[in-house]
């Protein structure tokens, strides 16, 4: 959105192994990204989603598997790592630096970029997000949820990302608002062609937007399909999805 | 009247280097959520370095630049081999360690150095200055010290709000998992941290070390009167460090004066206290502790 990404890219994982201590969570889950398409990653509380997302972002350290991004593994890099290599995780609830303006936020997400290109990139931000160019110099804090998931999305483009990882964006919004964090997403795929992993658990939601989609149960890929495909499988709503 | 703005400007002068010792220790405590007991045997340490090479050389100005160096070096190192392996564990394994270090570089200082008082040069001259035939209780050194305190204090705020390694600085200090999330090297940061600490202490300990003696130990009650500056500030704000320090500054120099210079050290742990009882999070604290 920001401005067309030219060398979007295609996530492919592999045989992902990974947990807390002794508890394994994810127990060999493969998922593949289409660059420019949206992927849904569904299922029920517990299933794997958000540790997925952290395995891939480098919080939790896989123990086997591969997380392949234009060829190069960023298997076991650090998050920081993780994030220069162009995969933006907006992480679920509140990642916003409260402490700091809704400007600074975003110029920390901006510093990723080469100098010259800052300046414009926030103009394109601002223009793009009213609602954070009237509240700029504000204390990040201060803003409402709805506000402060756009800032999070908006800080994580602001890196300039190659792959967008989002951990339920809707989570605690308002119905309005959540169509609108669900437009904008839509948005991002369709002018921006950003390849972006959806972790949702309205996989209603997230089915309409989505163009693939798996189905996470107990740290394995129970289903992997077409999103439409996935919203017409009464079997599959009814077991995991619970629509 | 002629006393009372005595005591007010000498206090002040003390006050600078509460200021400088608090401002160092409230980095760390932003940065690292790391109480540095050692903070003051680290100055003391640069201290002892910069006289090596002042008597060596006789260039004051010398010594001088190899202290803020050799302070950047130790808390850059103290960082990496020491407080790192701490982190992510139980508040008091980095209390336990930093008090560790404060009795091993005390130690080692006295290995190195022996343990008896040094005197030490000042920059500028001690003579006390006087408007007339007024004397004022201060001299040019002790100009020389606010200036540096006030200068330092000053690069440092414009560092922190108006550049980049300063958005990191704040950005790792208030949340590091975001901050890694956005690329910042948060690692790099907090040794960068620790550097700029142990450069503010070792410019304390220039600044102080001329009125106390140098000795293995000289730093110690300079260290407690730091910490009670960054404490009445609330731990957590530069500015209220810094505002901490003149505070204690001017209560001590009063009770010094007009009370007796016996007990300058007892109010100063009593402060302490006071705070700390009655308002743990900082004089000028309005809203609760920060939200997360």
Sequence with gaps: ?243 | MVEFLNFTLEGLSAGMIYAAIGLSLVLIWRGTRVLNYAQGAMAMFTSYLALLVINATGNYWLGFAVALASGLVIGAVVERVVIRQVTGKPPLNAVIVSIGLLIGIEGLAGLLFGSNNRSFPPAYSINGLSIGSVALGITWNDVFTAVAVLAAAGVFAVVFRYTTVGLRLRATAFSPAVARLLGVRVGRMLTLGWALAGLLGALAGMLVTPSTFLSPNSMDVIFVLGFTAAVIGGLESPAGAVAGGLILGVVLSYAGGYLNSQVVNLFGLAALLLVLMLRPNGLFSSAPARRV
């Design chain 1, 1 to 243: 959105m920001v401005e067309p990404v030219r060398d979007s890219a295609t996530l492919v994982i592999e045989d992902l192994v990974a947990g807390y201590g002794a508890v394994q969570v994810l127990r060999g889950v493969s998922v593949t990204a289409p660059a420019g398409t949206i992927t849904a990653v569904l299922g029920a509380n517990g299933a794997g989603k958000t540790t997925l997302l952290r395995a891939i972002d480098g919080s939790v350290r896989p123990r086997r598997g591969r997380i392949r991004l234009s060829g190069a593994d960023v298997a076991g890099r650090r998050p920081e790592e993780v994030a220069r290599a162009g995969i933006a995780h907006v992480p679920e609830g509140q990642g916003v630096i409260t402490e700091l303006t809704v400007a600074e936020n975003l110029q920390l997400g901006l510093l990723l970029r080469p100098r010259a290109d800052r300046k414009a990139a926030l103009a394109e931000i601002y223009r793009r997000f009213a609602i954070l160019a009237d509240r700029r110099n504000r204390a990040a804090g201060t803003l409402s949820g709805g506000e402060r998931q756009m800032l999070v999305i908006a800080r994580a483009l602001a890196t300039a990302p190659r792959v967008l990882l989002l951990d339920e964006p809707s989570l605690g919004l308002a119905p309005k608002v959540v169509s609108n964090v669900l437009e904008l997403i839509k948005g991002l795929r369709d002018e921006a062609g950003l390849t972006i992993v959806l972790v949702e658990q309205n996989a209603r939601s997230a089915l309409a937007i989505a163009d693939t989609g798996i189905v996470l149960n107990l740290g394995a890929v129970v289903a992997s399909a077409p999103a439409a495909a996935l919203a017409a499988d009464d079997a599959l709503r009814r077991h995991y999805l619970g629509f």
